[in-house]
């Protein structure tokens, strides 16, 4: 009797741990949902993070609702040393993959997350001889969650004006400079966040800034004075009322 208690008792066991090890195994696959597709993605960004506080990060979403968290687990080849911001995300923008930088690019992206304002970002690329200056926005408000692309629109000019940056970028030694969060000279408390990010000839770098135009050195004043210069020029773009997206001060 005893020896048949003890049976029954294993074999109970036994099926409790196959039982939670297929419940964990379920678990694990819908939890990656690696064969979501691009639109899928997109939809739960959507539904689940772009109006979260913070996109979920700071303990406002568990699981797939932190963006961090989404992020490596749907695109975990993509080797971007920004995959966790969420802004470019919601503006619609590429992460560069720093092991497949394409050596025929000459590009500049210039992304803004700033305070209590609407976040933008502005994308200058030398194609076929020309420059192409692209300005985007989101509907989110900035320093508290990113929203979704809201506004898109791209300028053709000259290639001079590409290779006008492409020179300030070089002689603010933009290239040579290492990644450096935070990268401020003074209480840069509630300050806009700048991504200065370049590809040209093969070459890739990114330069994280607060507040590049009052913090810093003198070198990385030099790189928000190019921010300045863009902005004044996607100002000039009379299809949307920038104003309040980019204040005059």
Partial sequence: MTHTFRLIFSLLIFTSTITCKNNSSSKEISYHKTEYSETQKRKYF????????YNGEFRQ????NNFTTFSK???PDIKAKNK???YLFAFEEPYIDTTKIDTTMSWLRIAVDPTFRTAFCIVIELKNNRTYLTLKTTDGEGGYYSGLLNFSVTKVYSDSLYYSISKLLHEANFWT???KPNDTGCDATDADSWTFEAIEKGQYNIYELSDPLFCGSAETMKIGQIGKHLVEKVKSIKMASLKEIIPDN
């Fill in 46 to 53: 959507q539904d689940s993070i772009a109006y979260r506080l």
């Fill in 73 to 75: 687990i749907m695109y």
């Fill in 61 to 64: 979403g568990d699981s797939l």
């Fill in 84 to 86: 966790t911001n969420p």
């Fill in 177 to 179: 400079l290492e990644r």
